[in-house]
């Protein structure tokens, strides 16, 4: 079963132990020091991130960060990864990611709101990608409907490089007062008590099974995925947020990663404790080894800790929702995890040795076939602009989401205000009696952070602020997955390394904090070939008021339509030119952070002054998609001329219309606030152009010296946008 652990670390076991281990205690740090669980390859990196800002209640170190988005209201989310195990199996896989992932919200017993999904996939033409994007939108959907919390929003990559190993990285957000956040240290005597699900074989080692490559028959790994059980899910929900207001548990542990040693290991560690625990207790649905206890990472299940006194108010309170309960034993001053079974000690081991292994410095160094960050341009012909939008908008990942987010309930709660495919980002109120709210969105660019992993990374946190602005949100925090390949290989820490560098740099500039994360490695195929390294983003912002959010569809004929910020001749990386002309090279976008400030900054007061009527930022595919995007959802036709676009530096159409420099955004002003909205640029030094209008023609139009150089029907350009990844998954 040891699969992980090196010569040299179960040599120091054996000096931290001073004897042999036992097959137990192997077990315990077999599970623990892998890197999903132990973080020994990456924290001396991620100490980089700014993590600390006035709205950061408790940031990394617990099972999920919190931030005070209002005054005593205080979000909780968390972002988590399921790659291997929706790899191996789609559906369990990504259910339990979720199942996860609320269940971290639960710990510092916050109410899940809210879910979203970022998801990297395979290409959708391929049989195996195509039966493992069916598998995991199926698992999310079934999970995140049954257990009665929406999926709001996310993001959606396709590409060849996850036909076998996708990343699916998933997020919760919960909501609580600051006066009930759980927050208490455990003390000697306080009891462990694991609730829910009873202990299983499945998920037995998944940490350790998350710590390394997929095997060439990856069936033969279907014992470390988990089981989703939803209906338990949901009880646990609801019995531990009534614990939580009844302020009869002290501290909660999710039991995923690493099972019951991570648990009680991480906990006793963390407060200078020790613990013993009496396996016979534990509540079982097989007969199982005190090994697989120890280390099976069976769903549903978590760790309470509780005051003597208040045990049995606890005990009722899980009886009423007829959640299993055990009492498997307490926490003391040992600074040692003991471990009976039927009267033997099983283990004995420190658990601050046991929860943190040394740091491993890895060796960093960029790969040989790092692509020459030079333009293409002049070697790449010239295509017609009406055929290149075409094709850009049923390009998988820039045409219509339909297919997933109308699987998943997303209105349930009526919180939702801004739903998916409308907005930037999603909408929720705090309330139905409150008129404040929060936007969520997860962002990332797999090809970006392929190519330049430091500007990528950097790109996605500013996309991701962009976001946020775009709803009309002041964005609070952030957390961070970076997913990348084997970090024993210089070649794949490097990206790794550049990610996070890059995400730092870029958090530090906007003044956000990165508060929380996670991180996922060993994502490569069976042949041993990294998958594209990705750093995933997902955003809280604050909104004052949801009734003044603005959503990216153009509202009405007759508006000026202004372009925010300075476009350059930026195309290579871009999704033009990956699909238009085959090609994944070139100089990735250059983040601009005082851009994205000050433009930020000009977006904000259109807002707040009611003169915007729809925002929408530049992204994917450059200017014309986020136009086309924006008719085709508001049904209004839009007349733009090329030349009324400042672009510094371009010779070419395709550059005007194609480039994704960052820092922009297209918004919608009636005519009649034109001029305020002008003066306003002026006063905060913002570029900001009025490249068009929007029309009572049903048509999408882009003039160059006056002739229309494309002249398409909103209806046709909307069949493209909503049918290509429908027909493909179908």
Not at 12 to 25: D, F, H, M, S, Y
Not at 182 to 202: E, F, M, Q, Y
Not at 268 to 290: Q, Y
Request: some cysteine.
């Amino acid at each position: 079963m040891i699969t992980v652990l090196t010569t040299e670390e179960i040599n120091e076991i054996r000096k931290v132990l001073g004897r042999e281990p036992t097959a137990e205690e192997l077990a315990m740090f077999e599970a623990q020091w892998s890197e999903h669980c132990s973080y020994k390859s990456s924290r001396r990196l991620l100490k980089l991130l700014p993590t600390k800002g006035k709205n950061v209640l408790i940031g990394p170190g617990r099972d999920a960060p919190a931030v005070e988005v209002f005054p005593g209201i205080a979000v909780i989310f968390k972002i988590e990864s399921h790659n291997h195990p929706s790899a191996v199996d789609p559906y369990n896989g990504a259910a339990t990611g979720i199942g996860g992932v609320v269940r971290d919200i639960l710990t510092l017993g916050a109410k899940p709101i809210a879910l979203l999904d970022m998801l990297y996939l395979g290409d959708p033409s391929d049989r195996r990608a195509q039966w493992l994007i069916k598998g995991i939108v199926r698992g999310i959907s079934d999970y995140g409907n049954r257990i009665g919390v929406p999926t709001v929003a996310g993001d959606t990559w396709f590409d060849s490089s996850f036909n076998t190993q996708p990343l699916v990285n998933v997020a919760c957000v919960g909501l609580i007062r600051v006066e009930d956040l759980l927050n208490s240290k455990p003390i000697p005597g306080d009891v462990i008590l694991v609730a829910g699900n009873p202990t299983g074989r499945d998920g037995l080692l998944g940490s350790s099974f998350a710590s390394k490559s997929l095997s060439d028959e990856p069936g033969r790994d279907i014992g470390a995925v988990q089981v989703a059980d939803p209906l338990m899910e949901k009880v646990l929900i609801d019995s531990i947020v009534e614990l939580v207001q009844k302020r009869v548990v002290k501290f909660i542990k999710d039991l995923g990663g690493g099972g019951l040693t991570t648990a009680v290991a991480e906990t006793a560690a963390d407060f200078g404790l020790g613990a013993e625990i009496f396996l016979d207790n534990l509540h079982l649905r097989a007969e199982l080894t005190p090994l697989e206890m120890l280390v099976s990472e069976s769903q549903e299940r978590m760790m309470l800790v509780v005051d003597k006194q208040h045990l049995g108010k606890v005990l009722e309170v899980l009886g009423k929702y007829d959640v299993p309960s055990s009492v498997l034993g307490s926490f003391d001053s040992s600074g040692r995890i003991k471990v009976y079974f039927r009267g033997k000690l099983v283990a004995d081991v420190p658990a601050r040795e046991l929860a943190r292994p040394r740091d491993v410095y890895r060796v960093s160094r960029p790969p040989k076939e790092l692509v020459e960050l030079v333009s293409p341009v002049s070697s790449i012909p010239l295509v017609p602009v009406s055929k290149a939008l075409r094709v850009l908008l049923s390009s998988p990942n820039i045409a219509s989401k339909k297919w997933i987010y109308e699987q998943y309930d997303y209105e349930v709660g009526v919180r939702t205000v801004v739903k998916p495919g409308y907005g930037d980002a999603a909408v929720l109120r705090l309330d139905a009696e409150d008129v404040r709210g929060i936007a969520v969105k997860g962002d990332a660019n797999p090809r970006y952070t392929s190519i330049d992993p430091f500007r990528g990374a950097a790109n996605s946190v500013a996309e991701c602020y962009r976001n946020l602005v775009s709803v009309g949100s002041t964005p609070v925090a952030f957390v961070d997955e970076p997913n990348a390949g084997n970090p024993e290989r210089p070649e794949h820490f490097w990206y790794f390394e550049m990610m996070v560098k890059g995400v730092a740099w870029m958090a530090e500039e906007l003044g956000v904090p990165i508060v929380g994360g996670k991180v996922s490695f060993y994502n490569e195929d069976s042949r041993g070939r990294q998958v594209k390294p990705t750093a995933t983003i997902v955003g809280i912002g604050a909104v004052e008021d949801v009734r003044r959010v603005k959503t990216l569809d153009f509202k009405q004929e007759g508006s000026a339509v202004l372009l925010v910020g300075e476009t350059f001749p930026e195309i290579g990386s871009t999704e033009y030119l990956a699909r238009v002309h085959g090609l994944e090279v070139g100089e990735v976008p250059i983040p601009r952070p005082n851009q994205e400030l000050r433009n930020a900054s000009y977006v904000s007061k259109l807002v707040e002054n009611d003169v915007a009527l729809s925002i929408h930022d530049v992204s994917l595919g450059g200017l014309a998609v986020a136009l086309a995007e924006m008719a085709i959802l508001g049904d209004v036709g839009v007349d733009v001329s090329v030349e009324k676009v400042v672009c510094r530096g371009c010779t070419r159409i395709d550059e005007v219309l194609f480039s994704e420099s960052q820092a922009r955004y297209v918004v919608e002003v009636p005519q009649e606030r034109v001029e305020v909205a002008l003066n306003l640029a002026e006063a905060l030094g913002v570029r900001v152009s009025v490249v068009g209008r929007t029309t009572s023609k049903k048509l999408f139009v882009v003039r160059a010296n006056q002739q229309a150089v494309v002249e398409e029907s909103l209806d046709e350009l909307r069949d493209i946008y909503e049918r290509n990844l429908s027909e493909l998954l179908e």
